[in-house]
């Protein structure tokens, strides 16, 4: 089984995240960069995948800047076999629909895959939308936010888990996949599985290499446009009592004195 | 007045609160027409509703599809032609139905708004510390708006019914073989609640959450969790609180046991008041707490409790 995992890099959310002031995209310089946690648990689905058939191959695609050639080296110490990158200065704000065209474009630069598999939402835009927009432009099933996964066959089926309760989903392979935080725990990379990475193939790709016009992404060409942004002010830390036995009754007199009860 | 498309979202014959939400955002953009994709008469039993809320037409889509999600959009795009938006609510679900819907028909998508206006739209983004406003540069925008972020105002529309077809869905289709709704048990829903109880590590065991869901209850309050509660089993997921989690702003937030990590404090630092009860008086919870208390759960929160329980009578 041939599966494709779709990786993206992040700001940590550890770290204070910014909105640039000149073309509001995400401030990189400001923030850690790392593999987004929900595609460690996409990586670690498809791994899974892959050891129970007891062959096939994980090929991870990445769309974004030269550094997130960390979040794919991250993947790949954990085990994925190869990569493809897209990385072009001018993908640079591109919108979700633009960036859902372009990905469809590299998944389309591996050859016979049968599932892609994708995190449910991510943590900096959560549009949780581009692995469903990928699928309808593929032509294939979406089968998201799956908190359990198995695949018979040709047969994939899901237990996907959202807040309208758990929905059953099942199709036929080829087809989407997003996985949800509570799928799987990510293995850390091994020793081994760090220096194997290295000679791990990685097919890095620009905008024409990806066979992508420059007027399909980028934020000038973009579908929708951040006009403005401003950080909030932080919320000032307000009054802290130690526990003198009396700690609840504090409590209660504070809220009846705000009038919440 | 151009219309407005809004995807009525129900379940199980009843409809959501957050469709109301977006009838009166679309009064914003022109005029609201609700779409209602479902199985035969579901759009009978929602149409006083919607008429109330300001639907000017209510479109009803019947179809006993078991293809997900692709009755939904399939519907929308053969009417967004006419229209000058499209509201949808950024649930699970919406998301996927308004990315799909954008990327057929090439329309820009503003994901998990706060605000609607003829001019754009707003977001708070990072757990709420920034707020950014957005445009599309392309006819009808796709919207999909965050639940509660719009106050409801009821003033009524004409509520003229019309039924259309259910185009065939393009492309293979996942098929739902089977749903479980959420057991919704007796308390508020998180995200609707005024008051939320959330439990911590703190905690310590399932078990002991009862001194939570104790508090939540003589608040009526809703009771949530944060993610390593979630992870330790002492409470169900669907219950986390967070950037993974819901986010909620309600009057009143109490953690009991939360440290306050920067992923917690983004699902719940713009509710109105937060108290927190933490043993350390380092936890970074007390950073955004109003009123805290440096202490053990188990002694505070069956003590406030009682002080709540007795102010009652
Ligand atoms: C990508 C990502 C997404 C995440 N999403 C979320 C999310 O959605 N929601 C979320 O909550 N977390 C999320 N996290 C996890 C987050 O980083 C923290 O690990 C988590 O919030 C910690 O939960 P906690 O405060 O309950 O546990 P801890 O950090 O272990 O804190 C427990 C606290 O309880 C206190 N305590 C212990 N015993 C008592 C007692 N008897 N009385 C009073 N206080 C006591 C301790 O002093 C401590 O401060 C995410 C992390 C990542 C990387
Ligand atoms: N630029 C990207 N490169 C690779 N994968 C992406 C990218 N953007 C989104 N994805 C995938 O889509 C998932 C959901 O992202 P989103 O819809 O943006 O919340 C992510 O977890 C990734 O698996």
Same mark, same amino acid.
């Given at each position: 089984?041939?599966?494709?995992?779709?990786?993206?890099?992040?700001?940590?959310?550890?770290?204070?995240?910014?909105?640039?002031?000149?073309?509001?995209?995400?401030?990189?310089?400001?923030?850690?960069?790392?593999?987004?946690?929900?595609?460690?648990?996409?990586?670690?689905?498809?791994?899974?995948?892959?050891?129970?058939?007891?062959?096939?191959?994980?090929?991870?695609?990445?769309? !974004?800047?030269?550094?997130?050639?960390?979040?794919?080296?991250?993947?790949?110490?954990?085990?994925?076999?190869?990569?493809?990158?897209?990385?072009?200065?001018?993908?640079?704000?591109?919108?979700?629909?633009?960036?859902?065209?372009?990905?469809?474009?590299?998944?389309?630069?591996?050859?016979?895959?049968?599932?892609?598999?994708?995190?449910?939402?991510?943590?900096?835009?959560?549009?949780?939308?581009?692995?469903?927009?990928?699928?309808?432009?593929? !032509?294939?099933?979406?089968?998201?936010?799956?908190?359990?996964?198995?695949?018979?066959?040709?047969?994939?089926?899901?237990?996907?888990?959202?807040?309208?309760?758990?929905?059953?989903?099942?199709?036929?392979?080829?087809?989407?996949?997003?996985?949800?935080?509570?799928?799987?725990?990510?293995?850390?990379?091994?020793?081994?599985?760090?220096?194997?990475?290295?000679?791990?193939?990685?097919?890095?790709?620009?905008?024409? !290499?990806?066979?992508?016009?420059?007027?399909?992404?980028?934020?000038?060409?973009?579908?929708?446009?951040?006009?403005?942004?401003?950080?909030?002010?932080?919320?000032?830390?307000?009054?802290?009592?130690?526990?003198?036995?009396?700690?609840?009754?504090?409590?209660?007199?504070?809220?009846?004195?705000?009038?919440?009860? | 007045?151009?219309?407005?498309?809004?995807?009525? #979202?129900?379940?199980?014959?009843?409809?959501?609160? +957050?469709?109301?939400?977006?009838?009166?955002?679309?009064?914003?953009?022109?005029?609201?027409?609700?779409?209602?994709?479902?199985?035969?008469?579901?759009?009978?039993?929602?149409?006083?509703?919607?008429?109330?809320?300001?639907?000017?037409?209510?479109?009803?889509?019947?179809?006993?599809?078991?293809?997900?999600?692709?009755?939904?959009?399939?519907?929308?795009?053969?009417?967004?032609?006419?229209?000058?938006?499209?509201?949808?609510?950024?649930?699970?679900?919406?998301?996927?139905?308004?990315?799909?819907?954008?990327?057929?028909?090439?329309?820009?998508?503003?994901?998990?708004?706060?605000?609607?206006?003829?001019?754009?739209?707003?977001?708070?983004?990072?757990?709420?510390?920034?707020?950014?406003?957005?445009?599309?540069?392309?006819?009808?925008?796709?919207?999909?708006?965050?639940?509660?972020?719009?106050?409801?105002?009821?003033?009524?529309?004409?509520?003229?019914?019309?039924?259309?077809?259910?185009?065939?869905?393009?492309?293979?289709?996942?098929?739902?073989?089977?749903?479980?709704?959420?057991?919704?048990?007796?308390?508020?829903?998180?995200?609707?609640?005024?008051?939320?109880?959330? %439990? %911590?590590?703190?905690?310590?065991?399932?078990?002991?959450?009862?001194?939570?869901?104790?508090?939540?209850?003589?608040?009526?309050?809703?009771?949530?969790?944060?993610?390593?509660?979630? #992870?330790?089993?002492?409470?169900?997921?669907?219950?986390?609180?967070?950037?993974?989690?819901?986010?909620?702003?309600?009057?009143?937030?109490?953690?009991?046991?939360?440290? %306050?990590?920067?992923?917690?404090?983004?699902?719940?630092?713009?509710?109105?008041?937060?108290?927190?009860?933490?043993? #350390?008086?380092?936890?970074?919870?007390?950073?955004?707490? #109003?009123?805290?208390?440096?202490?053990?759960?188990?002694?505070?929160?069956?003590?406030?409790?009682?002080?709540? +329980?007795?102010?009652?009578?």
């Amino acid at each position: 089984m041939k599966i494709v995992t779709l990786v993206k890099q992040v700001a940590d959310t550890y770290s204070e995240r910014k909105l640039s002031d000149s073309d509001h995209t995400l401030d990189r310089e400001g923030t850690e960069a790392v593999i987004d946690e929900i595609n460690e648990r996409a990586v670690e689905q498809a791994l899974l995948l892959k050891e129970a058939a007891g062959d096939g191959e994980v090929v991870v695609v990445c769309m !974004g800047p030269d550094r997130a050639s960390d979040a794919i080296r991250k993947a790949l110490s954990m085990g994925a076999d190869s990569a493809v990158h897209l990385s072009d200065e001018a993908i640079h704000g591109s919108c979700a629909v633009q960036t859902a065209r372009a990905l469809t474009k590299l998944i389309g630069t591996v050859e016979g895959w049968d599932l892609v598999i994708a995190g449910n939402s991510a943590s900096d835009g959560q549009v949780a939308a581009v692995p469903a927009m990928v699928a309808d432009l593929l !032509g294939v099933p979406a089968l998201t936010w799956a908190n359990e996964l198995s695949v018979s066959g040709s047969t994939v089926t899901v237990k996907r888990e959202t807040d309208d309760g758990v929905t059953h989903l099942s199709a036929e392979l080829p087809a989407v996949v997003s996985v949800g935080e509570k799928s799987n725990e990510p293995r850390y990379p091994s020793f081994k599985g760090i220096m194997a990475a290295k000679k791990k193939p990685v097919n890095n790709l620009d905008l024409a !290499g990806a066979g992508i016009d420059g007027s399909e992404v980028g934020l000038a060409n973009a579908l929708v446009s951040v006009t403005s942004s401003a950080p909030k002010p932080p919320k000032q830390a307000g009054e802290k009592v130690t526990d003198e036995g009396d700690g609840g009754a504090k409590i209660a007199e504070y809220l009846v004195g705000q009038k919440l009860i | 007045m151009a219309e407005v498309l809004v995807l009525v #979202d129900h379940v199980d014959g009843e409809i959501k609160k +957050t469709t109301y939400e977006l009838l009166t955002a679309a009064k914003a953009l022109g005029s609201p027409s609700a779409v209602v994709v479902g199985g035969a008469g579901a759009a009978d039993k929602l149409a006083d509703g919607l008429t109330e809320h300001g639907a000017d037409k209510i479109y009803a889509a019947e179809t006993d599809s078991t293809d997900f999600l692709a009755p939904e959009v399939a519907v929308l795009e053969s009417l967004i032609g006419s229209a000058a938006g499209v509201l949808i609510s950024a649930s699970a679900n919406g998301k996927e139905v308004a990315g799909r819907l954008a990327v057929r028909t090439g329309s820009g998508l503003l994901s998990d708004v706060v605000g609607v206006t003829g001019d754009g739209v707003q977001h708070s983004i990072f757990g709420g510390a920034y707020t950014a406003e957005a445009k599309a540069n392309t006819e009808h925008p796709v919207i999909t708006v965050r639940p509660g972020a719009i106050d409801i105002e009821a003033s009524a529309g004409a509520g003229a019914r019309e039924s259309v077809e259910v185009p065939a869905a393009s492309g293979r289709q996942a098929t739902v073989t089977g749903r479980e709704p959420i057991q919704g048990g007796s308390r508020p829903e998180l995200t609707e609640a005024t008051v939320i109880v959330s %439990g %911590g590590r703190g905690v310590g065991s399932a078990e002991d959450f009862t001194v939570v869901e104790g508090l939540a209850d003589s608040l009526g309050a809703a009771v949530g969790a944060s993610r390593a509660a979630v #992870d330790s089993g002492y409470y169900p997921p669907q219950f986390q609180v967070g950037q993974t989690g819901k986010s909620v702003s309600p009057q009143l937030y109490i953690a009991l046991g939360i440290s %306050g990590a920067i992923q917690h404090r983004a699902g719940m630092q713009t509710s109105k008041t937060i108290v927190a009860v933490n043993k #350390d008086e380092e936890a970074p919870i007390f950073e955004v707490a #109003d009123f805290g208390i440096v202490g053990d759960l188990f002694k505070v929160a069956p003590q406030l409790q009682d002080e709540v +329980t007795k102010r009652k009578g």
